[in-house]
């Protein structure tokens, strides 16, 4: 029996998120595993023109990506081999195991199909000699940063403070608390520059979001809303929402469903993803540079 799988999703699929599990990421520098044998599934998607790399084992699961027409998708295998899963590996901190593997794989020069998974393009600076070596590339991670940058945003703090983004929608709980641990000792104190990201998964809370954008003072508003005015982002049913919309459209691209949703740049440089409140937020905090 055939199986394919079709179409392809976008390139940095969140269909599913794994919870509660426990392990490490994937090491690049350890000894490389033996490739395990394909689910049929996968193998038929092979035949079908797809191309397989193999991206290691972590937390009992084998991890593969398949590239084809210029897209791909992650699959992870549990030990057992009786299923298999599509989508994004995030570890117990909320941290995308599966952007380690792409790019730890992609480092080790072991195969040059992640060049067009990237989007490589060769550097014009280089010389003939060192164009296969000297390469300009986006990563899903820095493209869903590409992404963020050109959305509709709300900044809040110092704007020389290092920068997170954000996904919240006026109503969601966790989104509150989440301003809450950060507002007083991190944002208002210049740590931290929040560009907050407005979505709304019901008409109310888009319309809120909406007027949130479009706001003359929207810190301020932003504000008295988190401290309970329920007049600071009025719901009006004939404000223009396509910045919203727009939002909501990068979020449904990257199969994003979860908010508060954050994405920044650590001190090194890499793009880092962090779904839902942070235990503690100076985790956060430490790692921007």
Not at 33 to 55: I, Q, S, V
Not at 157 to 179: E, R, W
Not at 188 to 193: A, K, M, S
């Amino acid at each position: 029996m055939t199986f394919k799988l079709k179409p392809f999703l976008s390139a940095a699929t969140l269909a599913l998120l794994l919870t509660g599990l426990s392990g490490g990421l994937y090491d690049a520098q350890a000894q490389k595993p033996k490739t395990p044998d394909l689910p049929p599934p996968l193998e038929a998607m092979r035949a079908d023109g797809a191309e397989l790399e193999y991206l290691g084992h972590s937390n009992g699961l084998d991890g593969w990506v398949a590239i084809q027409n210029g897209q791909q998708q992650y699959f992870y295998v549990p030990d057992h081999g009786q299923a298999f899963l599509m989508g994004l590996l995030f570890d117990r901190d909320g941290k995308a195991i599966t952007i380690r593997q792409v790019q730890a794989l992609r480092e080790s020069g072991e195969t040059d199909v992640l060049d067009s998974l990237v989007g490589v393009q060769p550097n014009p600076e280089a010389s003939a000699e060192s164009k296969e070596t000297k390469r300009e590339f986006r990563t899903p991670a820095e493209q869903l940063y590409y992404d963020l940058e050109n959305s509709n945003w709300v900044p809040l703090g110092d704007p020389a403070a290092p920068v997170v983004y954000s996904f919240m929608d006026p109503q969601c709980p966790h989104c509150h608390q989440f301003m809450q641990d950060l507002r007083a000792n991190y944002i208002d104190n210049g740590l931290i520059q929040l560009r907050v990201v407005p979505v709304g998964f019901k008409p109310e809370t888009q319309a809120q979001a909406a007027f949130l954008l479009a706001a003359s003072n929207p810190q301020e508003r932003w504000y008295a809303h988190l401290d309970g005015d329920t007049t600071a982002l009025p719901i009006k049913a004939d404000i223009n929402k396509q910045g919203v919309q727009r939002n909501l459209a990068v979020m449904q691209t990257w199969k994003l469903n979860v908010t508060p949703l954050s994405v920044y740049r650590d001190k090194q440089g890499q793009v880092k993803i962090l779904q839902g409140r942070p235990e503690s937020p100076m985790t956060l905090v430490n790692e921007l540079p």
